[in-house]
């Protein structure tokens, strides 16, 4: 393993596959292959060699072991073809699912387990190191082209899950490949969790161009410790000089993660949910909302910053309009559809970040995979009591 370490350190991006076939043998492992999840979590897609002479495979994650892993974010084994076992091991960076490890070894035990388990944890890593100065694995997340609005989009948006042992917040956009007005944001800065959520005007490429300039001014407003209401007002001012016949609607929120104070400014976007329980709480987040951004509001001081104190396990859902507005046989998706879907996913104990990645292909299905509108949702959890349970 501290060979692989080295040998993954000095790699380029292109012979990572290539470097891992090369040392597997040592750590008693009889094959291993390394799956990567498709950019909308269809499918698991092979990671070959830098010169495939094949086409690389593709898993359904929805109907094999190898995504039943990914999906449940732990172990399956089953029997190889060879007298020996075959293992699916999650690749998580953090929280983050990359994708699966697949090995097969004759000499499944504790020890084994354990050492693949410490091999996907190597790869995670080293697919993130090298995914942010090479092209390699974007494009093997990649099974349709992608519009020049929507490279832009996901160029500046952040990982799609990022967690603590206190909180928990993952997001999804949609059509990932044709996004064009709608981003995302989320960060942690050291005892709390910022987040937002953008719907630029517009489904092209100013659109794009727009919501991906709101999410650097506000990076670059919350790394010089400005609060919300400055922040705002800072992106309000600049998008008023850079698109001064556009728009965007987002909220902007900050979460004190030691005590579930939560702070927000509502910039004519549609309301956040609370789900406490399984259970919508009613009209927790109905205030009266301030103009959206561009429209020239004024000061920071004219910003309103609302507040509310949530419980543990409590989760907060973020959307923009594409979401509700998904129609199926001429009947909205609607608000009721959405928070059922949501609550019957956390009743049968699923991660987050897989609540989200169905309800993504929910809405998608509701329309027959055409979305008339970009459609973004950003789901967190505070749980607190996670920790203590954990010490």
Request: aromatic share 6%.
């Given at each position: 393993?501290?060979?692989?370490?080295?040998?993954?350190?000095?790699?380029?991006?292109?012979?990572?596959?290539?470097?891992?076939?090369?040392?597997?043998?040592?750590?008693?492992?009889?094959?291993?292959?390394?799956?990567?999840?498709?950019?909308?979590?269809?499918?698991?897609?092979?990671?070959?060699?830098?010169?495939?002479?094949?086409?690389?495979?593709?898993?359904?994650?929805?109907?094999?072991?190898?995504?039943?892993?990914?999906?449940?974010?732990?172990?399956?084994?089953?029997?190889g073809e060879r007298d020996n076992v075959v293992l699916f091991v999650p690749i998580i960076d953090g929280v983050e699912r990359l994708g699966v490890l697949c090995v097969e070894t004759s000499a499944l035990n504790a020890a084994m387990i354990r050492r693949c388990q410490s091999l996907a944890a190597l790869l995670a890593l080293a697919l993130v190191t090298?995914?942010?100065?090479?092209?390699?694995?974007?494009?093997?997340?990649?099974?349709?082209?992608?519009?020049?609005?929507?490279?832009?989009?996901?160029?500046?948006?952040?990982?799609?899950?990022?967690?603590?042992?206190?909180?928990?917040?993952?997001?999804?956009?949609?059509?990932?490949?044709?996004?064009?007005?709608?981003?995302?944001?989320?960060?942690?800065?050291?005892?709390?969790?910022?987040?937002?959520?953008?719907?630029?005007?517009?489904?092209?490429?100013?659109?794009?161009?727009?919501?991906?300039?709101?999410?650097?001014?506000?990076?670059?407003?919350?790394?010089?410790?400005?609060?919300?209401?400055?922040?705002?007002?800072?992106?309000?001012?600049?998008?008023?000089?850079?698109?001064?016949?556009?728009?965007?609607?987002?909220?902007?929120?900050?979460?004190?993660?030691?005590?579930?104070?939560?702070?927000?400014?509502?910039?004519?976007?549609?309301?956040?949910?609370?789900?406490?329980?399984?259970?919508?709480?009613?009209?927790?987040?109905?205030?009266?909302?301030?103009?959206?951004?561009?429209?020239?509001?004024?000061?920071?001081?004219?910003?309103?910053?609302?507040?509310?104190?949530?419980?543990?396990?409590?989760?907060?859902?973020?959307?923009?309009?594409?979401?509700?507005?998904?129609?199926?046989?001429?009947?909205?998706?609607?608000?009721?559809?959405?928070?059922?879907?949501?609550?019957?996913?956390?009743?049968?104990?699923?991660?987050?970040?897989?609540?989200?990645?169905?309800?993504?292909?929910?809405?998608?299905?509701?329309?027959?995979?055409?979305?008339?509108?970009?459609?973004?949702?950003?789901?967190?959890?505070?749980?607190?009591?996670?920790?203590?349970?954990?010490?």
């Open positions: 393993m501290d060979r692989l370490l080295d040998a993954l350190h000095r790699t380029e991006p292109e012979r990572l596959v290539r470097v891992v076939m090369e040392h597997y043998a040592n750590l008693g492992v009889d094959n291993a292959t390394i799956y990567v999840a498709d950019l909308q979590q269809n499918v698991l897609v092979e990671l070959a060699d830098e010169a495939p002479t094949v086409q690389p495979q593709q898993l359904p994650i929805d109907a094999s072991l190898a995504g039943w892993a990914y999906r449940s974010e732990s172990l399956r084994i089953q029997p090298k995914g942010t100065y090479s092209d390699r694995l974007a494009c093997a997340q990649r099974v349709e082209p992608m519009r020049i609005a929507a490279e832009m989009v996901w160029a500046f948006l952040p990982p799609r899950t990022i967690g603590t042992p206190l909180v928990t917040s993952t997001a999804v956009v949609e059509p990932a490949y044709e996004v064009g007005g709608d981003a995302f944001d989320h960060s942690m800065g050291g005892d709390v969790l910022h987040a937002a959520i953008v719907d630029a005007m517009g489904h092209d490429l100013a659109a794009g161009l727009m919501s991906s300039v709101v999410l650097a001014i506000c990076r670059n407003a919350r790394r010089t410790g400005a609060d919300l209401p400055e922040i705002v007002s800072t992106i309000d001012e600049h998008l008023q000089q850079q698109f001064p016949d556009r728009f965007a609607t987002g909220i902007f929120l900050h979460l004190e993660l030691t005590t579930g104070h939560l702070r927000w400014v509502n910039c004519g976007h549609p309301a956040p949910y609370l789900l406490r329980d399984q259970a919508l709480v009613p009209g927790a987040f109905d205030r009266e909302a301030d103009l959206p951004l561009g429209m020239g509001l004024g000061t920071a001081s004219e910003r309103r910053v609302h507040e509310v104190r949530l419980e543990p396990d409590d989760r907060v859902l973020l959307y923009t309009d594409g979401v509700t507005e998904a129609r199926l046989t001429g009947n909205a998706f609607g608000e009721e559809r959405f928070i059922d879907y949501i609550n019957r996913a956390a009743s049968a104990g699923e991660p987050a970040p897989e609540v989200l990645r169905r309800l993504a292909h929910a809405i998608l299905s509701s329309q027959s995979g055409h979305l008339s509108d970009d459609a973004t949702i950003v789901l967190f959890e505070w749980h607190p009591l996670r920790e203590v349970q954990r010490r």
